[in-house]
Structures are given as structure tokens and as C-alpha cells.
């Protein structure tokens, strides 16, 4: 019966360690998608801002963030995110005349996506007024 439950203690203990831990970046954003929708040039900033959570229990560190084109300039927290905690990361298209269809990548230590990589999108479309 003892090498019974050591051997019960011991695949729980082994479980527990297998379960997933660390950082984890969640986005608010659906699709991880924000759509400016139909803007007008100089009526628009061209700024948004994508929300995201670390739901992890360590923290989460940015450490890079870039976008598919010049046209877009995407900006990162400095700063880690601790667990529970909330951020953003701001984008200002040129609102150059046009559909507008951008990639930003996110680089981190989150644990929950393949390499830590995430794909943010922006789309929509810019006339002149």
C-alpha cells in the first residue's frame, strides 16, 4: 500500500510540474485584429492601441516589436508585466490614402505561443476627403 501512494504522490507531483507555468500573453483584441474601418485622412490619428493581459505567473517581457511596413510604427512597454497586470502596445499608421493591411510582430517570453511570437493585424482603408 506505501508504494502505492508514493507512486500515486509522485505522478501528481509529476503533473503539477508538467502543467504549463510562466508568462502568457493574451490579447483583447479579436483575431488579434484591430479594423480602423473607413477613415479619412487628417481627420484620423492613425494611432491604436492593442490591450493584452499577462495571465501567466511570471513576467512578461516585450522585448521586441516591429512591423511589416515603414508605414507603421508600432511602440513596446519597457517595462516587464507582472502577472495579473495589463498593457498595451500603440500603433500609428501613416494614414497614407488607400487599404490599409499591416502585420506587427510581437516578440516575448510568453510561454503559451510557438516561440513566443504573436501576430497583431491591422486593417481598413484611408480615403481623402
Known sequence: MK?????VAM???????????GPKI???AANNTID???VVKGKDSGVR?????????????????RSS????IPSKPEAPIMPGKSDKIEVKYNMSPGTISRTITV???????????????????VVEE
Do not use: H, M, R, W
Not at 3 to 7: D, P, S, V
Not at 54 to 65: A, E, F, H, R
Not at 107 to 125: F, H, P, R
Open 3 to 7: 508504494k502505492f501512494l508514493g507512486i
Open 11 to 21: 505522478t501528481l507531483v509529476g503533473a503539477a510540474s508538467y502543467a504549463q507555468t
Open 26 to 28: 493574451e490579447f483583447k
Open 36 to 38: 480602423y474601418g473607413t
Open 49 to 65: 492601441t492593442f490591450e493584452f493581459t499577462n495571465t501567466g505567473d511570471q513576467p512578461l517581457v516585450i522585448t521586441n516589436v
Open 69 to 72: 511596413c515603414g508605414c507603421t
Open 107 to 125: 516578440e516575448s517570453n510568453a510561454g503559451n505561443v510557438t516561440g513566443g511570437t504573436v501576430q497583431l493585424y491591422i486593417k481598413g482603408k
